[in-house]
């Protein structure tokens, strides 16, 4: 799960923030249409120590430029995806708000991940087991 991964990236930013001036410039939400992703990602990144530079929309076109092995870019230029990505680009390029993180323990992330609706908790998971999905 990419948050997962984000916790882990602020945990090897924070490692080298004070010997190599590393810092972390934020979170990319790539949408995955999940109810209150937007808010989720906002939450993780508060609690990390930043902020989150963009959400990037679900949009089918990324799956058709990819049969073609083309970027968004190339394959739509016009598109309202290819205005997403330049607008990250944008973002990425501009932003100075470079922080050093606080990376959460796995607990505390399990706990967001479960209060979003994202995970199960231990006990809703055993009464879910051998039940059919609604």
Known sequence: MAMYAANNI?????KYAHTGGVRLGGLICNSRNTDREIELIETLAKRLNTQMI?????DNIVQHAELRRMTVNEYA???NQANEYRTL??????NKNLAIPTPIEMEELEELLIEFGILESEENAAMLVGKPAK
């Open 10 to 14: 602020a945990r090897g930013v924070l």
């Open 54 to 58: 963009h959400f990037v929309p679900r």
């Open 77 to 79: 230029p016009e598109s």
């Open 89 to 94: 680009a944008t973002k990425i390029i501009n």
